[in-house]
């Protein structure tokens, strides 16, 4: 039974919605909601990110965008656009600090107000897909997006893990929030998967690997691909640049790339 | 009452540090679980590691404690010991599976932060160090409110030396001062990869902006070291073994090491006062 849909909501025009997640922190939640938002940007599509990370927003910064300013229209804020194209939009608690370096200190209540804000107060207009990135955990961000949410009917949630055990631990307890909030996941991505050193090419494993494949295959998800640690993936990150237009022979995107198409293909088998 | 109730329990504790960040997976739990091991190596001290992470316990799998349990007494609920004089509680103790969430709201987290600091009866200690998750909330908030009670001696405040990490660890250093808690220093960690092979460096988390370097130049805090990338130190996290036994001679671990030292130095400038006047 879905609840009431208020006739000109904000997120109608959206025609996919999904969610990055993980029980861990700093596996690459953002890096990953990033790359694919560029990716489906590639193939046509219309993307925004609603970053729901009220403590580390990252997003803006990604995009080069972190100094800008939002602003609001009759139905709600206007998300920032990236680029003239306007293809991605963005919004993010990090575009309503004054200061940037201002820690944004609230308990649980005072966040779960503003999440249910920015789900509903963004005016996107018309998107193929809303990508919403979130901090790391299983609380009340966590709780209140997928509530807030729910009469939307997001497509599901991709997770990322590392591959070491330490984070496939976190992970493990994610896949039980999905479960518990009737949230489908999409896949597992295994990021920081295996380092390639670009002087001399041997492989380490800086932090372990497999243990996203062995828990996708345990869970009886489907497995994304592996990511490996890509030097220039993080200097574009850093510099907000668009990993996927300028860099397509690093060795990040191949395995970015294959994200997304497994997205898109997941769409359509959804729309037959 | 229950101001009093924390004092009496955390009364005879000498020192605490608490080990925080802005940013997720930049090694808090790594670096608590060595600073803990590290401090713990000389007998005559008692250690105690306090993982307040609900839904993310790292802590068990480090120490090599997985699916323990609790134990209560009447004198409170018993840390469990990875050595004699090193105690360990967490949220991943009272937890039956490895597939259980906490799926809890912030004063759900509070309420069990303050027993954690209430009901645990650690005893006597010489260093209490308190893992934190990421972030600035109710958690943090918390420990800071409850652990008022006792003496804190500082923050050890974790950085990787990329901007996307710098940018969450300067307000994790702006709520220090906003809560007025000392920063005893900032970690850079994964600071850098040599290749084992060829032995060139890589910068795979590159300082665009200067690294932990400048961000401690420009707010006045102290770098107390940088920690290169090893595989090993997450092979001994995921093992549950203490990376300073399993690779000693490693650069990372001469690196924590010395890192370690100059917390210790720090907190014994501080000397412990019995009667402490709130």
Redesign the interface.
């Known amino acids: 039974l879905l609840s009431f849909l208020p006739e000109r909501s904000n997120l109608a025009g959206v025609r996919h919605i999904l969610l990055v997640l993980s029980?861990?922190?700093?596996?690459g939640k953002?890096t990953i909601a990033t790359e694919l938002a560029l990716s489906l940007r590639h193939s046509g599509k219309k993307v925004g990110i609603l970053d729901v990370d009220l403590?580390?927003p990252?997003i803006p910064?990604?995009f080069r965008v972190q100094d800008n300013d939002v602003h609001q229209c009759d139905s709600g804020w206007v998300p920032v656009f990236v680029d003239q194209d306007k293809s991605i939009s963005l919004m993010s608690i990090g575009f309503l600090l004054e200061k940037?370096?201002?820690?944004?200190?609230?308990?649980?209540?005072k966040?779960?107000a503003l999440i249910k804000q920015f789900v509903a107060d963004v005016a996107w207009g018309d998107l193929d897909f809303l990508i919403v990135d979130t901090?790391?955990?299983?609380?009340?961000e966590?709780?209140s997006t997928v509530e807030a949410l729910r009469p939307y009917r997001p497509l599901g949630a991709v997770l990322v893990t590392?591959p070491?055990?330490?984070?496939v631990?976190?992970v493990?307890?994610?896949?039980?929030?999905c479960k518990?909030m009737g949230l489908r996941v999409l896949g597992i991505v295994e990021n920081m998967s295996g380092?390639v050193?670009?002087?001399?090419s041997?492989c380490?494993?800086?932090?372990?690997k497999g243990g996203g494949e062995e828990l996708a295959k345990h869970a009886g998800v489907p497995f994304l691909g592996c990511v490996p640690?890509d030097?220039q993936l993080?200097?574009s990150?850093?510099?907000g640049r668009d990993f996927i237009q300028e860099f397509p022979k690093s060795s990040a995107f191949p395995a970015l790339a294959h994200i997304a198409q497994q997205i898109l293909d997941g769409t359509l088998q959804r729309s037959s | 009452a229950e101001a009093a109730e924390l004092r009496e329990r955390l009364g005879a504790v000498k020192h605490t540090v608490l080990v925080l960040s802005?940013?997720?997976?930049?090694g808090k739990?790594t670096f608590s679980a060595l600073l803990a091991h590290g401090l713990a190596a000389d007998e005559a001290k008692q250690v105690a590691l306090l993982d307040v992470d609900?839904?993310?316990p790292?802590i068990p799998?480090?120490m090599g404690l997985e699916g323990e349990q609790v134990h209560q007494s009447g004198s409170g609920w018993s840390p469990v010991y990875v050595e004699e004089n090193l105690g360990v509680m967490s949220v991943g103790f009272l937890l039956s599976s490895?597939?259980?969430?906490?799926?809890?709201?912030?004063?759900k987290?509070n309420g069990l932060i303050k027993q954690f600091l209430r009901d645990v009866d650690w005893g006597e200690i010489d260093y209490l160090i308190i893992d934190t998750?990421?972030?600035?909330?109710?958690e943090?908030?918390s420990i800071v409110q409850y652990l008022s009670a006792a003496h804190i001696d500082g923050a050890v405040i974790i950085t990787?030396p990329?901007?996307?990490s710098l940018?969450?660890v300067?307000?994790?250093?702006?709520?220090c001062h906003?809560v007025k808690l000392p920063i005893i220093g900032v970690v850079e960690n994964m600071s850098g990869?040599i290749?084992?092979?060829?032995k060139?460096e890589?910068?795979?988390?590159?300082p665009?902006?200067g690294g932990a370097e400048k961000m401690c130049q420009n707010l006045n805090v102290s770098l107390l070291g940088k920690v290169p990338?090893?595989?090993q130190i997450?092979?001994s996290?995921?093992k549950g073994h203490s990376f300073l036994s399993e690779a000693p001679e490693s650069p990372a671990a001469s690196s924590y090491r010395n890192i370690i030292q100059r917390i210790q130095e720090y907190c014994d400038q501080r000397p412990f006062q019995e009667e402490k006047i709130i």
Do not use: Y
């Open positions: 029980g861990k922190g700093g596996v953002s403590c580390g990252s910064r990604m940037p370096d201002d820690a944004v200190v609230w308990r649980g209540p966040k779960n901090p790391p955990g299983t609380s009340d966590h709780i590392t070491q055990a330490v984070s631990g976190d493990r307890r994610e896949l039980t929030f518990k380092f050193c670009p002087h001399c041997e380490t494993n800086i932090f372990s640690l030097p993080s200097q990150l850093e510099e | 802005g940013k997720g997976g930049v739990s609900i839904c993310g790292s799998k480090m490895p597939d259980d969430a906490v799926i809890w709201r912030g004063p987290k998750p990421p972030g600035t909330s109710d943090h908030l990787t990329q901007e996307v940018q969450d300067r307000k994790e250093i702006n709520f906003k990869f290749c084992p092979k060829c060139n890589s910068q795979i988390f590159p665009t902006t990338l090893d595989p997450g092979r996290c995921d």
